[in-house]
């Protein structure tokens, strides 16, 4: 009698799961034309936000812009995705923009921002 049940609850579970994969009719997906997010970091201003809009599936223009703890700080560039129909991309980047800031709080109150290229790369 429990193997019976066994071979019941495994039937049973076995039905339920190919219920589970019926197909569906989804209309093909078609790739973002950019993204806009807010964060923390160089490319986002320092706490800020940023705009990415994709020129082609592989290249995209940004612009970030946000408080850096000495004032405004913005970043302009170019990123690029080497393989965007994979599951993991490798991801360049090449901005103009904040790359460091200097504050100092005392009876002077220095504060200072600077700016140049910076380039980057991950996954």
């Given at each position: 009698m429990k193997n019976v049940k066994i071979l019941?609850?495994?039937?049973?579970?076995?039905?339920?799961q190919a219920f589970g994969q019926s197909a569906t009719d989804a209309p093909p997906e078609t790739p973002a034309k950019g993204d806009f997010g807010f964060g923390i970091g160089v490319d986002y201003g320092g706490f800020g936000g940023r705009v990415n809009v994709q020129a082609t599936p592989v290249?995209?223009?940004?612009?970030?812009g946000g408080y850096n703890l000495a004032g405004f700080g913005y970043n302009v560039g170019l990123n690029a995705r080497l393989s965007p129909?994979?599951?993991?991309?490798?991801?360049?980047?090449?901005?103009?923009g904040y790359n460091a800031v200097i504050r100092v709080t005392d009876s002077l109150d220095?504060?200072?921002?600077?700016?140049?290229?910076?380039f980057g790369a991950g996954v």
């Open positions: 019941f609850t495994a039937i049973v579970l076995s039905s339920v290249l995209g223009i940004m612009f970030g129909d994979k599951r993991v991309v490798p991801v360049l980047l090449a901005m103009y220095v504060r200072e921002i600077y700016y140049g290229p910076s």
